[in-house]
């Protein structure tokens, strides 16, 4: 019985190709997450107020090699809300961080400002998955 076997060692040129970020791999890999990440900026809400766009802005490729054997890279914000956004919420109240605070705010299309100890958030029904929705574009050449 014949047998058959290819061993890749470091500094080789599949090597390079299959675990470089700079490698054939590597380099198309990333094509395709930034591509994937300029979709989900697209479809990512531009929010109001003091934070109107943050979340578009946030959302960033990274590529990872140190730690695993191979390419990694992931694609993601780091705006503490995000999960909120992507995965939905039920109706919840919001209370100041410090006790005997008070949230300040504006309201949507409002020009007087609230002050107040508390408010019931009606939460968001409808999530909106900017991320997981445009995965596809990893998968689609060109």
Known sequence: MARSSVKVTRGG???????????TLGVELYKRAKRMARHA??????GEGMTAGRLKRSI????HQRYVKGQTIR?????????YVHE?????TITPK??????VFVPKGGTM?????KVNHPGIRRPNRFLTDNVKYIYLPG
């Open 75 to 83: 694609i993601g914000t780091s705006v503490p809300y995000a999960a």
């Open 98 to 103: 410090n006790p005997g605070g008070a949230l």
């Open 41 to 46: 900026r697209q479809q990512a809400p531009i």
């Open 60 to 63: 960033r490729v990274y590529r």
């Open 13 to 23: 040129g599949l090597d390079f190709t299959l675990n470089n970020p700079k490698g």
């Open 88 to 92: 939905g919420t039920r109706p919840h």
């Open 113 to 117: 400002v609230i002050v107040t100890k």
